[in-house]
DNA sequence: TCTCAAACGTA
DNA sequence: CGTACGTTTGAGAA
């Protein structure tokens, strides 16, 4: 390194436990979670304070010292140090790792020494680092860094909190202590260290230690001197002159550990931005935190990155064919788009090439221009956009369209990475494309947009404007680099050109057509619902005699464990639970004459009435001038592979109550069509338990023509097929689940209401007849412990790097999804496999008949007059030879005139 | 106006 | 202390 390098070297040393310590105390715990329960409040105030520190004073280095568990030699020199602190509370467990994730995400080196604190990290680079003649700046809450203290060292010392600092320089300590840095070990010697466990000198403060140290000069001055000091405090000196050795002795810094001695081991840089927001998504951090990323900390420089940020690039706006022209430039064919809908401005366009960026205002397009742009669309030789289904359907509305070659990069950052919290475009440019942006401007209130000016207003959509070009313009780097990433990744190029790509235009026709929906029925049901509803609220109220509103839990919680004073119910972070099963239990200690017991059966039916016709509100909204609802099944939201469908969500429509049905009943063939067909797969997560398990007893439980859960339970408890009872049935088939989702024996005696052991026995039963069942989960977990990821039948993967946390909890968490995403996930493959072969064969065979929906394991087919053998010959066979297990795939299919009577 | 937790529907 | 989702509601933050 060059002279000139060194010159204005700044490292910056974090004492990393105290400061996450401080951390845990200034925010709450149960504010912060990563949605699985692991608190991360720690984690996100230390990562917020290091983004601010670095920030604010712009270190080249940093290094973050973390204390070993377990003693030190300190702990041998004195077996009370730091003795009688309180237990590390519970929520702070685990999170010093998930703090070291992310460091090493940002590339920011992090140290422990055996043997030594993190003070002694701390200070052994400090001293290097004035000795190099280099600034270091200390932030720790420990008040043994003040001997740090000197000219080129400061400290920060957090105030409040985590964020707000004040800076000890000589001076400063000097002011506060009335001695130089140097002699603060002799001051806290006779003073003493609560913290620590360390007693100092009785009735001795700070301030008769700073003046016996400024009179003798230093502690060994002031203990040879010890006989002259008079009164009290002199005789208390000379009684505990052995406490002040030792304690000073404790409090010494050392500064000649053995660490890594190239500066360039410490300097900022090594960090991934797209790892640090995998992370920060695992976290569940906001988009607060993000935001503030400084790209100094992930060193990434702006002014050496190729040009000026991306929202600073000059934006053309599009408001002629000239300009249009000039955007297009020659190459025209390489496009990137994203859209939006603003409330200003309607519906706007960011347009990209790989060189130029442009804002359109579709609303105020001149029609040469939207010709121009109508021909750019279609013409283009590829137009990259993220969710080309969202896209398409938008410009649809605009009038225009998407040419054939428009490549979806949700869809392949999906497949590559799923589970992500988000693949819009914004997303995909920022993760991937190297974008970043401000905030997201909250929607402003109406009031607001009647009293905007024409200027504000102009400035906001053009704002908006610049924003989608920087967006589209980001799309490009961000295809370059799926490209690169799916290059190197064969099983997904796989699923994608196989499965994925495919069948997101058959996702669209499926959209496109929707389902009809009897609207008379569904306004009948409403009414006679609502009838209940409000029936059960009266009666409700009438019995606890005070207005309560019965959605609100908490509420319900005051009436129910206040008012009629009952049993409380299992605990919850807001005080406890008013779940159905919850109430249930409740109810079934109580008195049936009791107003609780009468009360609880009014709510229960309240609940149950409420969410069913919160369906029938729900499709009411959606329903189209032609009685159909169109829902949106999304591609790329469940991680395991599996669809969604979303406004509204028909995948959860009621079906296990009578009441429930005859929402069902209110979906009905439409107009020109006859029936409908539904076709579902038999226990296909069973299915393929036994494929990949190649348990010869599962096998042979579905090659034996037996009802499966009979033939296991007669296996389990060694009885004949016959013999199996009801209740055996129903275990075996609980435990055949509940392996699928690794439950644990706690989970099935609790759901089965059984004893713990004789859960366990259950289990143990069930794996000593099944053995590879059990073999196969063991291996499913190992494997995917060593890879990182578990694989589907079609080679989807999914990455779970906490496999290897040491937190527990999300070990734990993560080897029950390791168990479970390659059944749920080639559950999804193979029904993913056989939507391609029946759209392509119906549509090969020039049918009216059309499949409208998809719920997981089953489809949903619209049929036309005098195709119904025909459909019913395609699905059977197109869902049946989807995939070749080693089990046959079984398909049941119903048909009737409603969904319900569909059902079979 | 937005975000979160609780509750609950499906496979 | 069983996986995967989406929607609605109330409550509290901003």
Known sequence: MSASDTDDQRILLIDGHAMAFRAFFALPADGFSDGRGQATNAVYGFTRMLINVVASERPTHVAVAFDLPG????????????????????????????????????????????????DDIIATLATRAEAAGDEALIVSSDRDAIQLVGAKVTLLQPIKGVTEMRRMTPAAVEEKYGIPPERYPDLAALVGEAADNLPGVPGVGPKTAAKWLTQYGDLPGLIAHAGEIKGKAGQSLRDHLEDVERNRLMNAAYTTLDLPEDPAHYSLGGGDRARVLEVFDDLAFGDTIRRDLPATLLGEDPQESGGPAPEEAEVLAVDGPDALRELLGEEGGLLALDVVEDVRGGPLMGLATPSARGAIALSSLDSETSTALGAALEEAAEIRVADAPAVRSWLAENGYRLGAQVRDLSLESFVLRPGARSYDAEALASDLGGASFEPKPRKPAASTLQKESAEVRAEHIARAGGRLAATAAALHPAAEELTARTGEAPWARRILDELEQPLQRVLETMHERGIAIDEQALAALREEFEGFVAQAKREAGAIVGEEVNLASPKQLQVVLFETLALPTTRKISSGHSTDAESLTDLQESLDPESSGHQFLSWLLRFREMSKLTGYLVGLDKVVDAGSRVHTTFQQTAAATGRLASTEPNLQNIPVRTAEGQRIRDAFVAGEGFETLLTADYSQIEMRIMAHLSEDAGLIEAFNSGEDLHNFVASRVFGVSPDAVDPAMRSKTKAVSYGLAYGLSAFGLSRQLRISRAEATALRDGYFERFGGVRD???????????????????????????????????????????LNSPIQGSAADIIKLAMLRVESRMRAAELSSRMLLQVHDELVVEVAAGELDQVREIVEEGMGSAYQLSVPLDVGVGIGRTWREAAH
């Open 71 to 118: 003693g030190t030699f300190r702990d041998r020199i004195y077996d009370q140090y730091k003795g009688g602190r309180d237990e590390t509370p519970p929520a702070f467990h685990g999170q010093i790792d998930l703090i070291m994730q992310v460091l090493d995400a940002l590339g920011v080196r992090w140290l422990t020494y055996e043997d030594y604190e993190a």
């Open 776 to 818: 196969y989960l063991h291996h499913t977990v190992e494997t995917a412990r060593t890879t990182g990821y578990t694989e589907t039948i079609l080679g989807r993967r999914r990455y779970l790097p906490d496999l290897t946390s040491d937190n527990r909890q999300r070990r734990e968490n993560a080897e029950r999804v390791a």
